[in-house]
């Protein structure tokens, strides 16, 4: 069992930053991408930015690549964060880190096993 704790949500004004954390804890042998998602009530939940654990390869979707960062700490802690940049309102959202075996460019929802709660990003 995998258990993910998310921190750094919160509101700011267009134009601003904030990071994202997200810690992987528990049985993470098997957690080799970590990746960042959002969710909009009554849409789909939708992948934001994934990296490999073990080696550089990143994915971002279109709409934040240029603005976000995703990064990782030492493979072994499975801590990555998400900054984000230049922030607009259409960010807005909940923000969900996981872990999937494996990477895939692009990546599947379906692949990402474990979840955290969810973190709140709010752009004004």
């Known amino acids: 069992h995998v258990q993910l704790v998310e921190s750094g949500g919160g509101s700011v004004q267009a134009g601003g930053s904030l990071r994202l954390s997200c810690e992987a804890s528990g049985n993470t042998d098997d957690a080799t991408c970590m990746g960042w998602f959002r969710q909009d009530p009554g849409k789909e939940r939708e992948p934001v930015a994934t990296?490999?654990?073990?080696?550089?390869?990143?994915?971002y979707a279109d709409s934040v690549r240029g603005r976000f960062a995703i990064s990782r700490d030492n493979p072994k802690k499975k801590i990555v964060y998400l900054q984000m940049d230049n922030l607009k309102p259409e960010d807005t959202s909940i923000y969900y880190c996981a872990t999937a075996r494996g990477f895939r460019d692009p990546p599947r929802t379906r692949d990402f096993k474990s979840w955290g709660q969810g973190t709140q990003v709010t752009v004004s």
């Open positions: 990296i490999y654990l073990h080696g550089p390869m990143t994915w």
